[in-house]
């Protein structure tokens, strides 16, 4: 299997290994350090490049040089580059790809290595999110919740009680909004479910759902308790029985379910915060959204599972120490915003969350904002063997069950007893 997925990733493994040994060496003095971006949206891309030249101006003895990456297919391209001992210095990633980079001891714990500064603007629950074993492998800088994207106008015309933050609507109010506003050709909702896994996991902490249990030897197990079922028996019953979602969007990813959207073929779409920014780009002129919190569960429980982006720092650099104090600027406050409003999501940091452009109620800021003291670690956030069981069992028993062909029993049985032996074979 790694051959399989060292051989797959090859070709983007090239892109690091042309310069790596250049930067094991100080020249002049100077020391190179490689910053791998995973930043896509152009205003994402401009900020971290212009936080980059910022640094390099300040900073003449320590250069810092940019590589843009991509989120696709990045976990076997970094496996590759560690093996070969090729890694960039400086990592940008998710938290829910870093368990195995993390026990592979190829991340260096940040543990001494960070300022006060830095640690005390993280609130402690999503440091979480990077800790592994004892040690801290990344810093998270930026979460995105869930949101609904509703289309303003049919929320209006349906005369639907509209959801804030404090207020949310119920799981049971959610279907009943949906039922409303499945009208004249128009479903209540859509949801895009080609990958259904972070999704399901995520939203279903609001109604107490964990899926994954650490017993007192430190081993993790599955279990799909009644908590875990409430969140996806909604999905499965507004796609089957109820009718108030498309079925057509199963396979979909985000992006695809727009052009539906704006042509009101769907009142609302549960989507990450970040598609934002595409729906500012391509909406037609005139056309009214809004964002609004997702579902909260019993007693108004509002908690989601987030996987933050993160900075780490390969283990192999030998320039860890100025790798920390690069990862300290770029995350300043003001700098975090930057980060934060180039990729339309939220920043981490206490200080960063209260700037006044993130707390504008345009393009849904203030909803986003509010939301984030719920934002909890996602529920695979460290367990090891996670990718493989998500690939090669939820991601397949949840698109059936959801398209109809299996029921709730079935799926249950998948999830637990063959994700258990997935499980198992990294708790040997």
């Known amino acids: 299997m790694r051959r399989r997925t060292l051989l797959a990733a090859s070709a983007t493994g090239a892109l690091l290994s042309g310069c790596a040994p250049e930067r094991r060496r100080a020249t002049g003095g100077r020391i190179t350090l490689r910053f791998q971006s995973l930043a896509w949206q152009r205003e994402s891309v401009v900020a971290n490049k212009q936080l980059v030249g910022e640094w390099n101006a300040a900073h003449p003895d320590i250069r810092v040089e940019y590589v843009q990456g991509s989120w696709d ?10 093996e070969g001992g090729e890694a960039p210095d400086i990592i940008h990633d998710a938290t829910d790809d870093l368990a195995d980079f993390a026990y592979g001891g190829y991340l260096a714990d940040l543990t001494d290595l960070l300022p006060r ?12 999110t990077a800790t592994f074993d004892g040690g801290v492998h990344g810093v998270p800088f930026l979460q995105e919740p869930r949101v609904l994207i509703a289309n303003r106008t049919l929320l209006e015309r349906a005369r639907v009680r509209i959801p804030t933050p404090e207020r949310p609507w119920s799981w049971a109010e959610f279907e009943d909004a949906a039922e409303e506003l499945t009208r004249d050709g128009t479903y209540g909702v859509a949801w895009p479910l080609k990958e259904p896994v972070s999704a399901t996991l995520n939203l279903s902490l609001s109604t107490g759902g964990k899926v994954f249990h650490r017993g007192a030897d430190g081993k993790v197990t599955v279990r799909f308790d009644p908590a875990d079922q409430r969140v996806p028996r909604v999905i499965h019953d507004q796609l089957g029985g ?7 969007t199963l ?10 959207f704006f042509g009101g073929k769907y009142a609302m779409v549960p989507l990450g915060f970040s598609y934002r920014q595409q729906i500012t780009q391509q909406a037609p002129k005139g056309f009214a959204w809004t964002v609004l919190p997702s579902p909260a569960g019993p007693g108004g429980d509002q908690r989601q599972g987030v996987s933050p982006q993160t900075l780490s720092i390969a283990a192999d650099s030998p320039y860890q120490r100025e790798a920390a104090r690069f990862i300290d600027f770029l995350l300043r406050p003001p700098h975090m915003v930057r980060l934060a409003r180039g990729d339309w999501m939220l920043p981490t940091g206490r200080t960063a969350l209260r700037d006044p452009a993130l707390r504008t109620r345009r393009h849904g800021w203030a909803t986003g904002t509010a939301l984030a003291g719920q934002l909890r670690p996602a529920p695979a956030q460290t367990v090891r063997g996670y990718p493989e069981w998500k690939d090669k069992v939820a ?3 949840l698109q059936e069950y959801y398209s109809g062909a299996i029921g709730m029993g079935e799926l249950r049985e998948r999830l637990v ?3 258990n032996l997935v499980l198992a074979r990294y708790q040997r």
């Open 242 to 248: 109820d009718r108030t979602a498309a079925r057509t």
């Open 395 to 397: 991601t397949p028993s």
């Open 73 to 82: 297919g990045v976990h076997d391209q970094l496996l590759t580059s560690f």
């Open 417 to 419: 007893d063959d994700g």
């Open 117 to 128: 500064r830095l640690k005390a603007e993280i609130p402690p629950r999503t440091w979480q």
């Open 251 to 260: 396979g979909m990813g985000g992006s695809d379910t727009l052009p539906g």
